[in-house]
Nanobody, 123 residues
């Protein structure tokens, strides 16, 4: 089993920045890929924001390219999401996810999910 705990969400003005963190514990040897998803208000579907492998390969949604950066500290078993130039449409609950398979993670079928952290972008 893997436990994921997110932190760093909050209220920020448009154009501002936030950094989300996700700490993994438990059977972390089984983790290959980690990602951030988000679920906007009123939406049932979670959207892939960014994903990263243990080797540092990354993938981003088009809507966040150039504004968000995903990174990973394998020694601390933590993945980060640096969010810059935030927009109101970035408002969502952000979830951390992890699994042993890249395709499983980017396909939204990862076995491990955090509880989510709220990000609100508003003036």
């Amino acid at each position: 089993q893997v436990q994921l705990v997110e932190s760093g969400g909050g209220l920020v003005q448009p154009g501002g920045s936030l950094r989300l963190s996700c700490a993994a514990s438990g059977s972390i040897f089984s983790i290959y890929a980690m990602a951030w998803y988000r679920q906007a208000p009123g939406q049932q579907r979670r959207e892939l924001v960014a994903a990263i492998t243990s080797g540092g390969s990354t993938n981003y949604a088009d809507s966040v390219k150039g504004r968000f950066t995903i990174s990973r500290d394998n020694a601390k078993n933590t993945v980060y999401l640096q969010m810059n130039r935030l927009k109101p449409e970035d408002t969502a609950v952000y979830y951390c996810t992890a699994d042993g398979s890249w395709l499983t993670v980017v396909g939204g079928q990862a076995g491990y999910w955090g509880q989510g952290t709220q990000v609100t972008v508003s003036s």
